[in-house]
């Protein structure tokens, strides 16, 4: 009778649960694939369903993200040169900064030379080193910036570091309590014991900085790891690109970069420092004029900025669409304008690791990539190492780079945080990028087999859960 009761209680609260969460999946701004695969993993399977939806599936969530302050003011809406009317309406609307145009921007496309810049511009910190990364690793990368970390927290510089709670869940934390003895500071964004269904698991902060006095940063896609950077080279470390910026930009960044980080120490009333980068400030810095849109993305920005952008752009392009991503999953609507846009005879070429450092992934990319492919776009493998650069580049006047994949989880979900190039010299900078990496490549060719139709419609069924 007990255990008659209590099966009967579980069947009536996962009954009940699978109600109200069906009511917030169609209520919530998702594209059809995502809203169909939450909808049949909840209703045909609802003790696998409906964990999953609390531990990864919440997009916004509010009652967390309303406690982030906004990034940004309203801002009136600016017409800049550069962008098209459409971004800059998009962005606008997002309440994103404006565009600056007072910075010097420079890439940086080895692991190497960022790593490089990173130990020369940390050495030289005189008043703050702010930093922000999905994973840092512990090995002798790591282990050489703490040093340099906790050497300059000890003499008096300003050092806080910000490690996401699941990316960085590895990293001993008796290491970092070096670092607050020398007077540095550290937290994790969502350390990773508030995760299970909570709705945390959604809020990882993917954004990756490196900020030095209010004057000069290092971005990108790299994370603090051997994997990524590196004192000497190696041929196995993966394809990554960073890049260095200063000037007016970094107002934007470190404003970010000040309210991730109250969101995750939970200081939201204490007085924040107020950072404003004046036009004469390191002027001897400042030899191109380089106009930087600053792109965030993720619970604490109003609507999908990084996402929007990306498919506008791509309906608006004339010429090319280059696309460099280690996880190709984009959604039905990304994936009609990429056809569409093949169909209309534009130049599309797609960079993805002939195998990148998840399966599941590169299982739910085929039938997109064969769906691009069929459509005459041209899909390339990278084959010596993975390839982990998140490049798009579309006609002379569009480049957007940072820390975001060409997927879902990255575009919908995820902290990020990105830059837009609208100058014609620094998105031929990034254009270059694509030569060595097509050195390395392979191209696609999708062979029908018996079962492949079945193995990557599975794919397409899981890819708006990832």
């Not at 004029?289 to 990084?306: E, F």
């Not at 006047?397 to 994949?405: D, E, H, M, V």
Request: hydrophobic fraction near 40%.
């Amino acid at each position: 009778m007990k255990i008659w009761t209590l099966n009967s209680l579980l069947i009536i609260v996962t009954f009940l649960l699978t109600l109200i969460l069906i009511s917030k999946v169609l209520r919530e701004r998702r594209a059809p694939g995502s809203t169909v695969a939450w909808l049949l993993i909840i209703l045909l399977l609802p003790y696998v369903g409906i964990p999953m939806y609390l531990l990864i599936g919440d997009r916004k969530v509010k009652r967390i993200a309303l406690k982030k302050a906004p990034l940004y003011p309203k801002l009136n809406p600016l017409l800049l040169s550069g962008e098209s009317s459409e971004i800059k309406c998009i962005i606008n609307k997002s309440s994103l900064p404006t565009q600056t145009q007072n910075n010097q921007f420079k890439p940086l496309s080895t692991g190497k030379e960022t790593y490089q810049n990173i130990m020369h511009l940390l050495q030289n910190a005189k008043s703050s080193i702010h930093i922000a990364t999905y994973i840092f690793g512990n090995d002798l990368v790591g282990k050489a910036i703490l040093e340099v970390l906790c050497e300059k927290a000890s003499s008096g510089v300003d050092v806080k570091l910000l490690l996401d709670g699941v990316g960085s869940f590895w990293f001993p934390r008796y290491k970092l309590k070096r670092l607050t003895k020398a007077k540095g500071a550290f937290a994790f964004f969502v350390p990773f014991f508030r995760v299970p269904f909570s709705g945390y698991s959604s809020l990882r902060n993917h954004r990756k900085m490196i900020l030095i006095d209010g004057k000069e940063a290092i971005l990108g896609g790299m994370n603090i790891s051997k994997e990524y950077m590196g004192k000497l080279r190696d041929e196995k470390r993966w394809i990554d690109f960073c890049f260095f910026i200063s000037g007016e930009a970094l107002t934007d960044f470190e404003n970010l970069f000040m309210s991730d980080w109250s969101f995750a120490t939970g200081k939201f009333n204490e007085p924040t420092q107020s950072f404003s980068f004046a036009k004469n400030q390191g002027s001897e810095l400042i030899k191109n004029q380089t106009p930087i849109q600053v792109i965030t993305s993720g619970p604490d920005v109003a609507g999908d900025p990084l996402y929007d952008i990306l498919l506008t752009q791509i309906f608006l392009a004339k010429k090319r669409i280059f696309i460099a991503t280690p996880y190709f999953i984009p959604d039905e609507s990304l994936t009609r304008a990429i056809e569409l846009a093949c169909r209309r005879g534009i130049d599309v070429q797609i960079f993805v690791p002939l195998h990148s450092d998840h399966v599941l992934p590169d299982l739910c990319r085929r039938s997109y990539l064969r769906q691009i492919s069929l459509s005459g776009g041209i899909i390339h493998y990278f084959y010596p190492q993975m390839l982990h650069s998140k490049l798009t580049v579309i006609d002379e006047t569009f480049a957007l780079i940072g820390s975001a994949n060409f997927d879902m989880r990255s575009l919908l979900y995820n902290y990020e945080v990105g830059v837009l190039l609208s100058s014609k010299h620094e998105v031929q900078l990034i254009k270059d990028q694509f030569d060595p990496i097509i050195k390395s490549t392979r191209l696609a060719h999708f062979v029908n087999y018996t079962g492949s139709n079945y193995i990557e419609g599975i794919g397409r069924i899981m890819a708006p859960l990832l």
